[in-house]
């Protein structure tokens, strides 16, 4: 099979280091790109028939799409800050740019869209923030565009994991439509690695090992899971983080944890 690993290469007129698409994935909902704009750099484009979340990973810019136009955004001069990010969600059928007003890393993610909605700022202060896990399965959240936000499919975290820890974990999945314990979601990990020559480690599987694909990450890198289960292990010394690109039928995040390690939920809340 395709590996499910997708590494960064050098940035093409636009910028573009990393791209995923429904074609490229052989899915139907998640887009991602990845965009290294410099200084003055713009980027143009249309968001054709899918919405897109805007996500300065670093950086500042002026993003404008018709009469909306966001002047400067952006605080956040290196992902491992920590602090929340600016966002810009954009519905379908509309034309955008983005011009880079220091060095950016800009973030694309798209899935069908259905003109539900108007054009808007995600201000940092919007974005809500939160620990999951105790001990070595502790990691900080930061959600982007989560479920309680409107938008037609997109869903839009980012994770924070500290160095030796794990995250996704226990293993959980959501790749089968059984609302409302589980629903069917695409996702793409977009990873980055603090300090970058670091690394960390992927297993997406399934029940019956059918699918069984365990990848080393490494900066930049983004791993898709189209179905089945998908822990997170970062190294010794090195601190992770993720964006997680999420889309499905519905947009609802609902998960089942791998059935032979759910004592480990249960252990913590005893």
Not at 115 to 134: C, D, F, N, V, Y
Not at 184 to 205: D, I, K, M, W
Not at 250 to 261: E, G, L, S, T
Request: a negative charge; charged letters at 20%.
């Amino acid at each position: 099979m395709t590996s499910l690993l997708v590494h960064p290469h050098e940035p093409d007129a636009q910028g573009k280091v990393l791209e995923v698409t429904p074609q490229s994935a052989g899915w139907e909902h998640v887009g991602f790109r990845v965009h290294e704009l410099a200084r003055g750099q713009r980027l143009e484009a249309n968001t054709e028939d899918r919405e897109h979340c805007l996500v300065l990973l670093s950086g500042r810019a002026t993003v404008t799409s018709g009469e909306h136009r966001w002047e400067e955004i952006g605080k956040r001069m290196d992902i491992f800050e920590k602090i929340p990010p600016y966002a810009v969600y954009l519905p379908n059928g509309v034309s955008y740019s983005v011009e880079a007003t220091t060095d950016l890393t800009l973030a694309v993610c798209s899935a069908p869209g259905f003109g539900s909605h108007q054009p808007r700022l995600i201000a940092p202060e919007q974005i809500k923030r939160s620990t999951r896990g105790s001990g070595t399965n502790t990691r900080h959240i930061q959600d982007i565009l989560p479920e309680t936000e409107p938008a037609d499919s997109l869903l839009v975290v980012e994770v924070y994991t500290p160095a030796g820890n794990w995250s996704s974990y226990p293993p959980h999945k959501h790749d089968t439509d059984n609302l409302p314990e589980e629903s069917v979601l695409e996702e793409t990990y977009y990873h980055r690695v603090n300090p970058s020559q670091g690394f960390a480690f992927q297993r997406v599987y399934t029940d019956d090992r059918s699918l069984d694909e365990t990848m080393t990450v490494e900066n930049g890198c983004c791993v898709m899971v189209p179905y089945g289960y998908h822990p997170v292990g970062a190294a010794h010394g090195y601190e992770l983080y993720y964006l997680n690109v999420m889309a499905g039928p519905k947009r609802a995040w609902k998960f089942q944890n791998d059935p032979a390690h759910e004592w480990i939920v249960e252990q913590q809340s005893s």
